[in-house]
């Protein structure tokens, strides 16, 4: 056998060495989570306030985008888009109609019956 370039290990006996005092104090448990919590919010926040920032940006571009269409349409298309629109609010304001109708009538029926109430009735026989 040949021998080993490296001499061998020094075998210990007694107590385990004590490790070297720390440099810097330890720190609290809560330091890190405090740390974690304010940076889970900061990335929540810019996170919102993008998408935020972002369906604005989209609604006016799509906006934009809208009314470029309607400036380049010819008078026919404008004429279309106008009655269509107008048959659109036509057909929500026949059932606004009856509701307004239903709420006058039930109102004068409430007057009446008030008035009704309010007037003095005369039983005595007049002779």
Not at 24 to 35: D, E, G, H, I, W
């Amino acid at each position: 056998m040949a021998a080993s370039p490296r001499s061998p290990r020094p075998i210990r006996r007694g107590p385990a060495p004590t490790p070297p005092p720390p440099s810097t104090p330890l720190r609290t448990a809560t330091a890190p989570t405090v740390k974690r919590l304010i940076w889970t919010g900061a990335f929540a926040a810019v996170t919102i306030v993008g998408a935020i920032y972002g369906a604005g940006l989209k609604t006016q571009r799509e906006f934009k985008a809208e009314k470029q269409q309607i400036i380049e349409s010819t008078p026919e298309d404008r004429i279309k888009d106008l009655e269509q629109r107008r048959g659109v609010l036509m057909s929500q304001r026949i059932p606004l109609e009856r509701k307004l109708d239903d709420l006058r009538s039930r109102m004068l029926a409430k007057e009446a019956e008030e008035a009704s109430k309010s007037q003095p009735k005369n039983n005595s026989k007049a002779g």
